[in-house]
């Protein structure tokens, strides 16, 4: 049997290396890999983005994004687990977050996904700055659910 | 005594610094530390109150003690993602 349950977790400061990523969930007793890319999107209702920037505090970002990644694997018996998180400047169409994850069957990896995508969101202490095509900016603070 | 908050995001440029010294009793909570930093400016006075605490690297509940802290940080919400 593999060893189950190995996550990798990074936060880089260049272009997400989606090739290096795609071994790290591969594994021979898994039956399903499952990937999000979540990327900088141009328009938000009649606002135009010129880019995003995102900005981290580092160590309890790891720290989290590590939480996060184990408590997946328990809850959702996944075999790998890769979240990879980029800061600094994200231009249009760039991928800001790469999430990986591989299980047995399938049902876990499409149903682990969207849970880490939105615990990520709601927990790890990374935040987006919106630049805008019109020169202004803005740092996005939700308000909690 | 004194102690110095890592700031971040609209904190940290509201604040035109990354981390901010207060001045805090001996005994306090992390309740008491945000109430502090929302004293620092009519911006920090409408941004504290969604935010949390994190002490060494991890959210404080408000009644968390800060004595021992090796690090505090002012956690805005969080964007990632």
Known sequence: MSEQGVVYVELVDEAIDVARLMPMVADPDVGSIGWFHGVTRRTTGTQVTRSLSYEAHRS???????????????????TRVVVVHRLGEVPIGEASVVLGCSSPHRRDTF??????????????????????ADGSEQWIHPAPN | MSKAVLLFASARDALDCDRVEIEIADDATAADVLEKLATLSPFMAELVPSCRLAIDDRYAEASASIAGARELALIPPVSGG
């Open chain 1, 111 to 132: 149903d682990a996904l969207p849970w880490i995508m939105d615990e990520l969101k709601r927990l790890v202490p990374i935040w987006k700055q919106e630049h805008f």
């Open chain 1, 60 to 78: 309890m970002a790891c720290r989290e994004l590590s939480e996060l990644a184990a408590t997946a694997v328990k809850r959702f018996n996944l």
